[in-house]
C-alpha cells in the first residue's frame, strides 16, 4: 500500500481544501407564478417550465 512521501503543510491543505466551500443555490423566478425555481427545473408552485406546463398541479393534488 502507496504512503505519502512527505507530511502535507498546513497551507498546502487549507489550499486544496479551499474548493469544498458551499456557494449560494442561484434561483430564477417563475414565468407564471413568480415563485423562485431553480434553474433548468420544473416550477414546484404551479408545474409550469418554459412557459408550458409540464406538471398537473392539479390532477396530483387530487391523489392525495
Do not use: W
Not at 7 to 29: I, Y
Not at 43 to 63: E, F, H, M, S
Amino acid at each position: 500500500m502507496a504512503l505519502p512521501a512527505k507530511q502535507r503543510t498546513r497551507t498546502s491543505k487549507k489550499q486544496r481544501a479551499s474548493h469544498f466551500a458551499l456557494s449560494k443555490m442561484k434561483l430564477n423566478k417563475c414565468e407564471k407564478c413568480g415563485k423562485k425555481t431553480e434553474p433548468h427545473k420544473a416550477c414546484l408552485n404551479c408545474g409550469y417550465y418554459k412557459g408550458r406546463q409540464v406538471i398537473n398541479k392539479l390532477k396530483k393534488d387530487k391523489k392525495k
